[in-house]
């Protein structure tokens, strides 16, 4: 569970940097945002991997969750488009993700099997 609120962590700071990123355009005091949220993005990352996450796991979960939730807040925060083939590829990112962590807990399962038949 720690590992899963640390990449929660990841993914919140990243995407607040990105946001940060384009609101420093106006008001530069935000880039101290920008650079703490990617800091700490990094940070939580690394400690999730430290906590034993695969790192195709967090990874992938982490750059989709980030492009993905860029892209929504970026329309509710800086009115950006979000047309429909753009809300196509969210959904397809999200179907992504889900399949990158099915496939995960099946390695698992299948690792645990394979190390229980050689006990």
Do not use: N, R
């Amino acid at each position: 569970m720690t590992t899963w609120l640390l990449l929660a962590g990841a993914i919140a700071s990243e995407v607040t940097a990105s946001l940060s990123l384009k609101g420093a355009l106006d008001q530069p005091a935000l880039y101290v945002i920008v650079v703490t949220g990617f800091v700490a993005a990094f940070t939580f990352l690394f400690a999730a991997l430290g906590q034993g996450m695969a790192l195709g796991v967090a990874y992938g979960i982490w750059a989709a969750c980030g492009v993905a939730l860029t892209a929504v807040l970026s329309s509710v925060i800086y009115d950006e488009p979000l047309t429909p083939l753009m809300g196509l590829g969210i959904a397809v990112i999200i179907g992504g993700v889900l399949l990158v962590e099915l496939g995960s807990q099946a390695a698992h399962a299948a690792t645990a099997s394979a190390e229980d038949e050689a006990l």
